[in-house]
């Protein structure tokens, strides 16, 4: 099973960016669609964005022209670049291989605010 550990999360103004890592261990990355998830307090979690193995994308409508997926096979790495982050868009930002009975990470924190 792979392991993932998430990092980039931290507190910004709107407007601003962050790109969050999603750093693997233990298969490459190479063999499962990813994807980003969010939790939003007293919400349920929801696909932020995902890529294929063969690096087809996709976007929630909430997020489409402002964040960015991408996948590095040779780092073992998933990326999400968020530009023009909005309040809505604090919550847990989970990294996910494999689908919904994948592989999860902790987790790392946005919080977008003035």
């Known amino acids: 099973q792979v392991q993932l550990v998430e990092s980039g999360g931290g507190l910004v103004q709107p407007g601003g960016s962050l790109r969050l890592s999603c750093a693997a261990s233990g298969r490459r990355i190479s063999i499962y669609n990813m994807g980003w998830y969010r939790q939003a307090p007293g919400k349920e979690r929801e696909l932020v964005s995902s890529?294929?193995?063969?690096?087809?994308?996709q976007y929630a409508d909430s997020v489409k022209g402002r964040f960015t997926i991408s996948r590095d096979n040779a780092k073992n790495t998933v990326y999400l670049q968020m530009n023009n982050l909005k309040p809505e868009d604090t919550a847990v930002y989970y990294c996910?291989?494999?689908?919904?009975?994948?592989?999860w990470g902790q987790g790392t924190q946005v919080f977008v605010s003035s």
């Open positions: 890529v294929t193995i063969g690096g087809v994308t």
């Open positions: 996910n291989a494999g689908g919904a009975a994948g592989s």
